[in-house]
């Protein structure tokens, strides 16, 4: 790589750390958020919602099992929006204009904000694991290992969704609509919480929109990647979408144009 | 010899520029051509001047015309532009969270440039502009002059041949406001780079000044901004403001 991209990488890559470590609170809600859901919801639900063996799992699993790969790509989907919420900031401080007015190629810069992004998400799910532990979420050791490409992808994915979509939200207080339109819907329509079969026997037109949600194909892929395996059809699906988000993205961010 | 006169040759070249937010025309067939110096452009709010930098810095596409700097094209050789040029937006666009080192080490980055190479390029200017002593300070403890000095500190850190300064004084105490002033006119004598100061505060123009007048986005008037009074027959820049606009919303 030409040492100025090399320089502007690590640029862009060493602010978005910076801020990241300078928001404490941003690091403490990552982490509590989902250690609430896995500590005490999924202690509460143990009972009530128990998982046959299914694939990747080779035999019976507590229900904080389960739900862990969909908390992880629950705290990626946060730091994602987080990330988008950042740049609506930027966009409204003026910063943007900084970015945008370097010489080096627009998406190059955008990719290097979704790179340091999906580093953040990392971060934050290794620590998340370490704490899982605790409470007898069991991941083999190579499992941290094969989940590190996983959450790369879907990282980048759901931050090229946040980008996408900090170029529709105009202003800051907007953000909130984020929550109730993208956010929750992604979340619980997807097998984060609940096996896709379960979902069948409660309401068929649920279970298919489950099924399209790229969402799903996150947590899919994120889990068997926990368990050292790898499942083709999520992965192809995270691809595709990453592809589609990243390619509407790049598209949005083009100066605003004077017509009539 | 005037802030206005330099070695060198760059220049910003517009044709018959039009910009529209919605129906209204915010920049309506401007043509303009300015050399290197320290150049005003004067107009009250509303008139086009932000509108015209961020169509010069490549943030705004124009419906219609073109925009040369230093003979590059803006639509075809962005990056060769972006190179060259330097701006202080009107609103501050630093990071408050950051520190003044972080702060320019990160333009630097973002202009391929090595974090030592760039406090290396702006050593001299650090202490000309009375930083060096507030680099590792975070932007949110400093004032606004200061906080102004940091942004054109960091706008020369590239080295930049076209300087774009939109309302940089606005807001500043009269101390600040001399500073920066004294400081940017010395800059395009010195290094013979381009400047362009927006403003609409008149005292910030001298005599010998190119001033060009921009009144609802287009051009009134440009030239040497004594020879214009004498052209028009007024005794100073704010008479030539009110014969050229209508608008007399100024200092």
Redesign the interface.
């Known amino acids: 790589m030409?040492?100025?991209?090399l320089?502007?990488f690590?640029?862009?890559v060493?602010?978005e750390v910076?801020?990241f470590f300078?928001?404490r609170s941003r690091l403490l809600s990552a982490l509590v958020r989902p250690l609430l859901w896995l500590v005490v919801f999924a202690a509460g639900f143990r009972a009530a919602l128990g998982v046959s063996i299914m694939e990747p799992y080779g035999t019976y699993i507590t229900y904080q099992q389960y739900i862990t790969p969909g908390l992880c790509c629950m705290i990626i989907l946060f730091n994602g929006m987080q990330s988008s919420l950042s740049m609506v900031y930027d966009r409204e401080?003026?910063?943007m204009?900084?970015?945008?007015?370097?010489?080096?190629?627009r998406p190059f810069?955008l990719c290097c904000k979704l790179i340091a992004s999906a580093l953040l998400s990392l971060l934050q799910v290794v620590i998340f694991l370490l704490f899982a532990q605790l409470v007898d979420v069991d991941i083999p050791l190579m499992g941290y290992v094969s989940s590190i490409p996983a959450i790369f992808l879907i990282a980048f994915f759901l931050g090229a969704l946040g980008l996408m979509l900090s170029n529709l939200i105009k202003q800051l207080e907007n953000f909130a609509g984020v929550m109730n339109f993208v956010i929750f819907p992604m979340f619980f329509l997807s097998s984060a919480l609940y096996p896709l079969w379960k979902m069948q026997e409660a309401s068929l037109w649920l279970y298919w929109l489950c099924q399209f949600n790229p969402f799903t194909a996150c947590v899919e892929l994120l889990r068997f990647a926990l368990y050292g395996q790898m499942n083709i059809l999520a992965l192809t699906t995270v691809l595709i979408a990453t592809s589609i988000a990243s390619f509407f993205a790049l598209m949005s961010f083009?100066?605003?144009?004077?017509?009539? | 010899m005037g802030r206005s006169d330099t070695k060198c040759a760059m220049s910003i070249i517009t044709n018959e520029l039009?910009?529209?937010?919605?129906?209204k025309a915010?920049?309506d067939g401007l043509s303009l051509s300015i050399k290197s110096g320290f150049n005003v452009l004067l107009g009250p709010n509303g008139a086009g001047k932000s509108?015209l930098f961020?169509?010069l810095?490549?943030?705004?596409?124009?419906?219609s015309g073109d925009i040369k700097i230093n003979g590059y094209d803006l639509n075809h050789e962005?990056?060769?532009?972006?190179?060259s040029?330097g701006?202080v937006?009107q609103?501050?666009?630093?990071?408050l969270?950051?520190s003044v080192k972080?702060n320019l080490?990160?333009?630097?980055?973002?202009?391929?440039?090595?974090s030592s190479q760039a406090l290396e390029n702006i050593s001299d200017i650090l202490s000309q502009l009375q930083l060096t002593q507030r680099l590792n300070d975070k932007v949110r403890s400093l004032n606004g002059g200061h906080r102004r000095r940091v942004e054109i500190a960091r706008a020369l850190i590239h080295q930049p041949k076209v300087l774009l300064l939109d309302e940089a004084t606005v807001g500043l105490d009269i101390d600040s406001r001399k500073m920066i002033t004294e400081y940017v006119g010395s800059l395009s004598q010195q290094l013979g780079i381009c400047v362009l100061w927006a403003t609409h505060l008149i005292d910030e123009i001298a005599a010998d000044d190119q001033l060009i007048i921009i009144d609802e986005g287009k051009i009134q008037a440009q030239g040497i901004s004594g020879e214009l009074c004498k052209e028009h027959n007024v005794a100073d820049v704010y008479q030539l403001y009110r014969t050229l606009t209508a608008n007399v919303e100024i200092s």
Do not use: E, W
Not at chain 1, 97 to 105: A, G, N, T
Not at chain 2, 57 to 63: H, I, K, M, N, R
Not at chain 2, 91 to 95: N, R, V
């Open positions: 030409n040492n100025r991209y320089y502007c690590n640029g862009i060493k602010r910076l801020r300078q928001q401080m003026g910063s204009k900084v970015l945008l007015m370097s010489p080096l190629p810069l083009k100066p605003l144009h004077g017509r009539k | 039009t910009f529209h937010y919605g129906k915010a920049i509108t961020s169509m810095t490549g943030l705004y596409q124009a419906a962005r990056s060769k532009i972006m190179q040029m701006v937006f609103q501050s666009t630093l990071d969270d950051l972080q080490t990160y333009y630097a980055a973002l202009h391929g440039i090595s």
